[in-house]
């Protein structure tokens, strides 16, 4: 992967921003006189202020009409649709193989919209996710339909959308350092970690760091329980983490770095179990249901599976144009996907891998997360702004609901029980939590009955 932060390129989020509506914002529709006439830059001010105010947007408002970012569109010289299309026109994927977007263009076509599997339920400008590089956005967790985990600057928060509260669970701009003694553990910690990527399951969190950092924790417990450093290779970005209940029994976590290796430790004593090594970066690793084979993909145009224990190739899967920064599982154990830059998400069986089950292509920008519903009915992906879609895999992925907002993708998260859909957005105007709740068949009555 590109070892660039988000403030190291020009083509992100500041060349398309929602915060541009304020250049083209039109003073004619305020009339003369009063306080415009006493003095024009408090007007201008105060008009601003009204515009950025933070303001929550509850279903009930979405449903008469109000934006769901809380963007005032009639206050503006610039509708809705044809900021969308100037976005879509404007915005600049980033391509580590030139053109790979224009030549996925060519060959996919785009699934049908026409899903509505998961409704607008809220979205909470308190929250304000960041993003640290342009490329790694798994930096979203939810551990239930209430709990939320997130990065915001230096901080890990928790955000509870049940009693709408906000607090800090690890503050990495200063020093952090562990309160228990485990082998391999760095007692001295780290100051001023720049967290790359996150992971949140169950009572675990670890944060991974821009210099190969990981640091983990229980959330049942004070303080922080481990740090270590993977590697101290010029470049050791963390790129991906998961945790999952291991083959053995017990929790472990898997880290994927760009020094070539993945690492996989267990969640008790924080020993380093295995350490598998590849030809290149690896951008992203999941884990298969039965914990048999890694999904593996980075800085190459194929992806691979590989023997959990041995650490061996079993097989490639060939197709993608670019580089791929995501993957996942179907809970089924036959079914997994890679995200990649060239904007396209391909469905893989592993079965028969010699050609994707799926290939489905993205509106404006790479795949950069994927996750499947725990019921394995949807496939929720991500792009790097703007547009999140769930697919339908009843449907053998031919159905979409297609989420509209504009910003960049901090992260998307099922909660466990998938009835909760969050999409963190970044935006220096409208950075925000969005929420959205699964649609159920059955109305109030049905269940009273």
């Not at 408002?61 to 970012?69: F, K, L, S, V, W």
Request: charged residues 25%; aromatic residues 12%.
């Amino acid at each position: 992967m590109s070892d660039y932060r988000l403030g190291d390129i020009n083509y992100m989020a500041e060349d398309g921003e929602v915060a541009e509506f304020f250049d083209d914002f039109d003073d004619d529709n305020y009339p003369a006189g009063g306080a415009a006439a006493a003095g024009g830059a408090d007007m201008e001010a105060d008009a601003y202020d009204m515009l950025t105010r933070v303001t929550d947007t509850s279903a009930a408002q979405a449903r008469r009409g109000q934006d769901i970012q809380g963007i005032p569109w009639d206050r503006l010289n610039i509708t809705r649709d044809k900021y969308r299309l100037t976005r879509l026109e404007q915005y600049k994927n980033y391509e580590n193989i030139p053109l790979s977007g224009e030549a996925a263009d060519k060959k996919c076509k785009q699934m049908a919209k026409g899903g509505n599997y998961y409704q607008f339920f809220h979205n909470t400008r308190l929250v304000k996710p960041t993003i640290l590089h342009f490329q790694l956005r798994n930096l979203v967790w939810a551990t239930s339909k209430h709990d939320v985990y997130l990065m915001s600057n230096y901080s890990v928060m928790h955000w509870s959308s049940l009693s709408s509260n906000l607090s800090e669970v690890i503050n990495f701009s200063g020093h952090v350092a562990p309160t228990e003694k485990h082998a391999g553990s760095l007692l001295e910690g780290f100051t001023q970690t720049q967290i790359s990527t996150l992971a949140v399951k169950d009572n675990f969190l670890v944060a991974g760091g821009f210099q190969g950092e990981l640091t983990c924790k229980r959330l049942d417990k004070k303080g922080v329980t481990f740090c270590t450093r993977t590697t101290y290779d010029e470049n050791a970005i963390t790129n991906a983490i998961e945790i999952y209940d291991s083959l053995r029994g017990g929790i472990n976590f898997m880290a994927s770095n760009n020094d070539s290796g993945i690492r996989e430790y267990d969640m008790e004593k924080f020993q380093l179990l295995n350490h598998f090594r590849f030809p290149w970066p690896v951008n992203h690793t999941s884990i298969s249901p039965d914990r048999r084979l890694i999904a593996v993909v980075g800085d190459n145009l194929d992806g691979l599976l590989v023997d959990s224990q041995s650490g061996k190739t079993v097989c490639t899967v060939v197709g993608h144009l670019d580089y791929s920064f995501a993957s996942a599982w179907h809970p089924d154990g036959h079914i997994f996907a890679t995200g990649n830059q060239d904007k396209t998400c391909r469905v893989w069986d592993i079965r028969n891998v010699s050609s994707p089950v799926a290939t489905l292509k993205g509106n404006l920008g790479a795949v950069r997360s994927i996750r499947f519903s725990s019921d394995g009915q949807f496939m929720v992906v991500a792009e790097p702004a703007d547009f999140v879609h769930v697919y339908s895999t009843k449907t053998d992925y031919t159905r979409r609901q297609e989420i509209d907002f504009f910003g960049e993708i901090s992260g998307v998260a099922l909660s466990p029980d998938d009835e909760s859909l969050y999409i963190g957005i970044w935006d220096r105007t409208y950075a925000s939590l969005l929420q959205y709740n699964r649609r159920h068949t059955y109305g109030y009555l049905d269940s009273y009955l």
